[in-house]
């Protein structure tokens, strides 16, 4: 099907019918932040790469839930899953420290979200890798007492400098994947700016830096080394979740195996990789909202494991929805990514 059918699809459709909104979606790239604790990181790199109306905008959303059941409501989204925004505790040098804050602020969404309206949030738990003992009660206290369903990661940990960081294949972290299988939750891993080692490849050109192009290569490269490491032959029930169109796996996934056929072995792994990407992650829309791109996904993925997702509030939910609702796919497939298929992953009661 050519770009040019596929949009004269779309018009024809809307031209015809008006925009469709599909009822009932779930949404689970969705962030907040509490009034109490910045969690965007340094306020520099914000203020730098963003325009200042823009940012303005998304911090009086980060804040509000009343201002995001309105923007729901709008575009037929029933439920939203909280996620504490990036990098969150995962750039809290001290490790005391970290672990309180991810309580505090799993708490304060539960209070401010999730408990005052439960039928439309839920939340993934923050948890501070600093500790992955303490990530693991963390967890546990979230998932069986607050009903959140799963953890969201932001990337690599930063623990005592911002030059030590620690990513979540090396194996003090095993544990803490034991207690996601365990409790048979998934695991968001969401997008952060490259380690500061890494950042040389950015200088002079700070836009990149963050969700523009950073965001996608730093969190591509996290998602191959846990693909690489054996933890998903270790762990085969593990569940990982991928915004953004799987951070372009679906697209390079492919190659990156094809190459590493002629090597010698890249980390611990028995299969090729893109076995573990079929059977261990799934991916969602968020900040993606490309029909090619989306139907490329498509055909590398079992569609049982893409699910709708906006990114707000740094995306909008009316352009999310609205692309979403009206991209060329069967009405069944529409369900399932928009809805279904994220009850099933979360376990959600609906
Ligand atoms: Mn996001």
């Known amino acids: 099907m050519s770009e040019t059918f596929r949009t004269q699809f779309t018009q024809d459709y809307v031209a015809q019918y008006g925009p469709r909104i599909l009822p009932g979606k779930i949404a689970l790239e969705e962030h907040y932040e509490s009034p109490d604790w910045e969690a965007t990181g340094d306020p520099q790199n914000e203020t730098a790469r963003n325009q200042e109306a823009y940012f303005e905008a998304v911090k009086s959303r980060l804040h509000s839930a009343e201002q995001r059941i309105a923007d729901m409501d709008r575009n037929g989204v029933e439920v939203f899953v909280m996620s504490l925004t990036q990098p969150g505790v995962q750039e809290v040098l001290d490790t005391g420290e970290a672990v309180k804050i991810a ?26 890798m600093q500790d992955p ?22 990337g690599y940990t930063m623990k005592g400098s911002k030059d030590h960081v620690e990513y979540l294949d090396e194996p003090q972290n095993l544990p803490f994947w ?7 939750v998934p ?3 969401h997008p952060r700016d490259p380690a500061p080692s890494q950042q040389r490849a950015y200088a002079g050109y700070p836009g990149l830096l963050g969700s523009a192009w950073g965001f996608g290569a730093e969190t591509a490269l996290h998602a191959v080394r846990l693909l690489c490491s054996g933890l998903f032959d270790e762990l085969p029930g593990a569940k990982l979740i991928l915004g953004h169109l799987g951070e372009g796996l679906p697209f390079s996934l492919p190659r990156l195996q094809h190459r590493l056929n002629n090597q010698k072995p890249c980390g611990a792994h028995k299969r090729p990789l893109p076995e573990y990407f079929e059977r261990n992650v799934w991916i969602t829309t968020s900040g993606h909202f490309n029909t090619p791109s989306f139907l490329h996904t498509l055909a590398g993925c079992d569609s049982s494991k893409v699910m709708f997702s906006s990114d707000t509030p740094y995306e909008s939910l009316d352009e999310a929805a609205l692309w979403f609702d009206n991209v060329p796919l069967s009405q069944s497939d529409r369900l399932r990514i928009g809805r279904q298929n994220a009850i099933d992953l979360l376990k959600l009661d609906l």
Request: with cysteine; hydrophobic share 45%; net charge negative.
């Open 133 to 154: 003992e303490a990530a693991c009660r963390e967890l546990e206290f979230c998932v069986k007492e607050l009903g959140f369903c799963g953890a969201l990661i932001n």
């Open 187 to 189: 695991l968001y891993l």
């Open 178 to 184: 034991k207690k996601l299988v365990e409790l048979d």
């Open 103 to 128: 309580h505090e602020m799993n708490l304060w969404v539960y209070e401010n979200y999730v408990q005052r309206y439960p039928t439309r949030f839920n939340a993934f738990a923050a948890v501070a």
